[in-house]
C-alpha cells in the first residue's frame, strides 16, 4: 500500500499498487472524482516491493505561471494542471496546491484560484478568481472584482500582494 494526496481536493487516499493496471496515466479522485495523474516508477531496492507514485510529466498542461523576483521573492516557475489550482503564499498552514515562496505578507496563503479545463484534445483553457483574498487581485492592470472569473491569455499579469506572476501558455 502507498500513501498519495488528492491535488485538487487534498483527499489523502492508501492504494494497493499491485492492482493498478500496467499503463494507468491516472485515475478519479473518490471524493472529488477529478483525474489523479499518475506514474508509477519502482525503486531498485533488496526487497524490491518499493513502488513511487508521481505525477506525470504528460499529463501538465501548457499553461504556467513565473513568478517576478523582487527584493521578497525569488523567481519560481509552476506548471499548471488540470483541474483547480489555488496559488497563495507557501506555509504550513496552507491550503494551496502551488505555494509561492515570498516573504509577501500581503499575499495571502490562498490568494487566487486558476481552474484548467480541457477544451480539445490537446487545447486548455485557464479561468482565473481571486480567491476572498484579503489584498484583492490585479489582472492586467484591473482589480478582479468578487466572484469575477476570467479566461487568462497568453502573457497576461496577475498581481497578488506585491507579487508579480505572468501566466504563459
Do not use: W
Not at 8 to 19: A, F, I, M, S, Y
Not at 26 to 47: G, H, M, R
Not at 123 to 152: Q, R, W
Request: aromatic content about 6%.
Amino acid at each position: 500500500m502507498i500513501s498519495i494526496k488528492c491535488p485538487h481536493c487534498h483527499v489523502g487516499l492508501k492504494v494497493d499498487e499491485r492492482k493498478l493496471p500496467p499503463n494507468i496515466s491516472s485515475f478519479k479522485c473518490p471524493k472529488c472524482k477529478e483525474a489523479i495523474p499518475i506514474s508509477l516508477l519502482y525503486n531498485q531496492t533488496e526487497d524490491d516491493n518499493d513502488t513511487i507514485v508521481i505525477t506525470s510529466r504528460k499529463l501538465f498542461t501548457a499553461g504556467k505561471i513565473t513568478v517576478s523576483s523582487d527584493e521578497n521573492t525569488p523567481e519560481q516557475t509552476f506548471k499548471l494542471f488540470e483541474g483547480i489550482n489555488i496559488i497563495g503564499r507557501k506555509s504550513q498552514a496552507s491550503k494551496a496546491t502551488i505555494g509561492v515562496i515570498t516573504t509577501d505578507k500581503s499575499m495571502s496563503r490562498e490568494h487566487i484560484i486558476i481552474e484548467v479545463k480541457k477544451e480539445t484534445k490537446e487545447n486548455y483553457k485557464h479561468y482565473l478568481s481571486d480567491n476572498n483574498s484579503k489584498n484583492h487581485t490585479l489582472y492586467n492592470g484591473n482589480y478582479l472584482e468578487n466572484g469575477e472569473v476570467v479566461v487568462l491569455n497568453d502573457n497576461d499579469e496577475i498581481i497578488i500582494g506585491r507579487t508579480i506572476l505572468r501566466f504563459n501558455e
